[in-house]
């Protein structure tokens, strides 16, 4: 699996570096900035889809030369892709490591991050396992890349005991000038053990050997001690030492981006021994086990339990903590991803609504994105009007007062950006009756140029197209939204919102039934797509699962419906967000239709969708294929599904690939991004459907699906400060039966429990 990753982050910066040592590593100042740059000029991106990599790809690579016969190989697999005698990525929470042994030297890697600054802290340790004396040299060397066409270079500092590489963000416009003055436009690499020598500019390093036979390694003895005068700078450091039999030398380096030589030598001080970096790995432990969420279990599936008891928690902590690191996330993405920390850190979830409500328009409508800091702008994607957003207010603000019960929420006042106050309770009204309102004369919500799906760009850009995904999902929206009217005391304002749901549901049913499904909206010119008729984009997997949710599919439909969908969407690697892929564009639909078939959002297995489908389906008490839809989403266990997605079990990516019947050679492969809005719907999947442990507004809920092969499963869940340590299992019971201290729980809802205690529940689920 030559593209295995792990990622690391802080509240400032985030890395996704592979087993092969190839790196991408972005930090806010306050917008995302790179410290470590292609060799050529870039255009500002960050994480790519399957990204490729190539030889001069940023990475971080420590290179070890035997200086008695000239061999030469690298750590941890390239620039010189030697094969070693011994390899090992290892991804941990809070670290990641590799250890390589050949010609009888071992070099162990670690890579960790501080807790609140923007620096990588690496360790490289170097033992002599050949049993005999051994010379050699260890060139550690992190390329810095072209890092602006202005001004760059790059010199080894005594002073500052390391590599510091200086240039100047390329802008044109005067007040960009005062805009920049602060930007981290430094790169250092510092030293704690002072080097043999240096050698500070790319071209000089690889001479006429490449990367993978450097010049300046295999023609010289020492490095030049060279530096990088407009120039591609880089931070090459050689140590040439002698190891006796079994001997180990340790170093230590910090790598990061700063304003000046102050904040270098503050750095230094602050991180730069080992005592430093004992320190700063024990906080960052500690940081990152405040996500460890609240749910752990025991089941059949070992695989399952060390994803969901570790890695599941870690990846939706990561989204609430820092929101993708960027200033202005979507407000789809943003309500989200705060959703999942409804289950971490409630309290995040909740300055979140009030983050977004107080950005919220008068005409009720939410905004493409959120602003997070002074001076955000909104950029890209979120120029684009998209007409979804209100709807995620009351789905995700359902968890959170499932978890919570906090209905004072809706009593906070809120000032929005235009001077008004409104209470979080008349926020979200008028959100739902913009989603009323924002539908054509059939009742059907109109799209602009996108909904949940970014790319789909021209269904409505003339003003006339409608979304089927976006009118059953605002048909959802208000069916939530009625019945927390009912719990505030607005029997009349429950009854207006269903009878929103009902217009909404009998819109589509009217226009947007094909028969065997529902289709995925009709377009300015009135062509209805997403149906039988269509030979590519035929069936749509969101449009089907918002029916479910929204009430518009009868049972009599959902019997037509999943069939369907598990036929013609379904692959050994989750269901298909639609199938047949575009295979060239629609103009009528847009742009999504010209990503390549099987990518992305034309037709991949695209998680986000997917987890929809799947938490409807054990709304409906499909559990097993629920079940077997969300194992799916994990890679392995299995060593051949393991290389065919590419990728450690460590993260649920946005997609993988699809074009499963079409391109089969390439079905399963992971994108490698790790940013979706996936997370923290499984996470509730997995509390709320297959534990079945569902808070409300007195308590908990339990009502567990477990698969049918399986018979039992032990879970410990903490709830509005409460332990509950549960023992479920399948019995000859007609429902579902409760029991703590030998007592049964009437209907099956635990009220009355007290914060800080700890409750033994024994569960029997029918068979």
Not at 171 to 199: G, R
Request: charge should be negative; proline fraction near 6%.
């Amino acid at each position: 699996m030559p593209k295995a990753d792990g990622f690391l982050w802080n509240q400032k910066m985030m890395i996704q570096v592979t087993c092969r040592g190839y790196a991408t590593a972005q930090f806010l100042q306050p917008e995302p900035a790179k410290y470590a740059h292609a060799p050529n000029i870039e255009a500002k991106t960050f994480m790519q889809p399957e990204q490729a990599y190539y030889a001069h790809h940023p990475g971080r690579f420590v290179y070890i030369k035997d200086e008695e016969s000239g061999e030469l190989f690298s750590a941890p697999y390239e620039p010189c892709r030697t094969p070693v005698n011994r390899f090992v990525f290892s991804v941990s929470k809070s670290d990641i490591q590799w250890t390589v042994e050949h010609l009888g030297i071992r070099v162990e890697l670690t890579l960790s991050l501080p807790t609140h600054d923007v620096a990588e802290m690496w360790t490289v340790k170097v033992t002599n396992l050949s049993g005999r004396p051994r010379k050699i040299s260890v060139y550690p060397y992190f390329p810095i890349g072209n890092m602006s066409w202005m001004n760059q270079a790059a010199e080894y500092r005594e002073d500052l005991g390391g590599v510091v590489a200086s240039s100047v963000t390329p802008y044109q416009k005067a007040q960009d000038y005062f805009k920049n003055k602060t930007f981290k436009d430094k790169t250092f690499f510092l030293c704690e053990t002072p080097p043999t020598s240096w050698e500070c500019m790319q071209d000089a390093f690889e001479g006429e050997g490449g990367l993978h036979a450097p010049s300046a390694l295999m023609d010289q003895l020492d490095l030049s001690k060279g530096d990088a005068r407009y120039e591609v700078p880089i931070a090459a450091v050689q140590y040439r030492i002698s190891l006796e039999a079994n001997e180990q030398r340790a170093y230590r380096f910090l790598f990061g981006p700063a304003v000046d030589d102050t904040e270098i030598h503050s750095m230094r001080k602050k991180y730069l021994s080992e005592e430093g970096f004992a320190k700063s790995q024990r906080d960052y432990a500690l940081y990152i086990e405040q996500g460890r969420g609240c749910l752990h279990i025991e089941s059949p599936d070992k695989h399952l339990d060390n994803f969901v008891n570790n890695w599941l928690p870690r990846q939706v902590y990561y989204h609430g903590d820092v929101n993708r690191l960027t200033t202005d996330p979507q407000t789809r993405n943003y309500l989200q991803d705060n959703m999942g920390m409804s289950f971490i850190k409630p309290e995040v979830t909740r300055k979140a609504f009030l983050k977004a409500l107080s950005q919220q328009e008068a005409s009720g409508n939410m905004p493409d994105g959120i602003l997070l800091t002074e001076g955000a702008e909104l950029k890209y994607i979120n120029q684009v009007p998209h007409t979804d957003h209100c709807v995620w207010l009351p789905v995700t603000l359902e968890v959170y007062l499932a978890e919570t019960g906090d209905y004072d929420i809706l009593d906070e006042e809120v000032k929005r950006v235009d001077g008004t106050t409104n209470t979080v309770f008349w926020g979200f009204c008028k959100a739902m009756d913009w989603l009323i309102a924002a539908r054509d004369e059939r009742g059907l919500s109109y799209i602009k140029e996108g909904d949940w799906c970014d790319p789909m760009n021209m269904v409505g850009y003339k003003g006339k197209g409608v979304s089927g995904w976006l009118t059953v999902a605002s048909g959802a929206a208000l069916k939530i939204w009625a019945g927390i009217c009912d719990q505030q005391g607005q029997p009349k304002l429950a009854a207006r919102y269903r009878a929103g749901v009902q217009a909404v549901n009998e819109a589509a049913n009217t226009h947007l039934w094909d028969g065997e499904w529902f289709a995925r909206g009709i377009t300015d010119d009135g062509v209805v797509f997403g149906t039988q008729k269509d030979t590519e984009g035929r069936i749509w997997l969101n449009p089907q699962v918002w029916a479910i949710l929204s009430g518009a599919a009868s049972p009599e439909q959902r019997a037509k419906i999943i069939p369907q969908v598990e036929k013609q969407l379904g692959t050994p690697y989750g269901i298909a967000m639609f199938a047949p892929p575009f295979q060239s564009m629609r103009e009528d639909v847009g742009r999504v239709t010209q990503k390549y078939p099987g990518s992305a959002e034309n037709g991949s297995v695209y998680n986000h969708a997917a987890i929809f489908y799947i938490y409807s389906l054990y709304t409906i008490g499909e559990h097993d294929r629920a079940f077997k839809l969300l194992r799916q989403m994990l890679p392995g266990p299995s060593e051949e599904d393991y290389l065919r997605r590419g990728q450690l079990p460590v993260y649920i990516p946005n997609y993988y690939r699809g074009a499963y019947h079409e391109f089969p050679r390439t079905a399963g492969r992971s994108s490698h991004l790790f940013n979706t809005g996936t997370m923290p719907w499984v996470y509730r999947c997995l509390v709320e459907g297959l534990c079945g442990l569902r808070g409300e507004e007195h308590g908990l809920r339990v009502n567990p699906q477990l698969p049918s092969e399986w018979n039992n499963i032990k879970v410990t869940r903490l709830f509005r400060g409460a332990k509950f340590v549960l023992d479920i299992r399948h019995q000859d019971v007609e429902e579902v039966i409760v029991k703590i201290g030998g007592k049964v729980v009437p209907e099956a809802y635990i009220k009355d429990f007290e914060a800080g205690k700890t409750y033994q529940v024994s569960v029997s689920v029918p068979r």
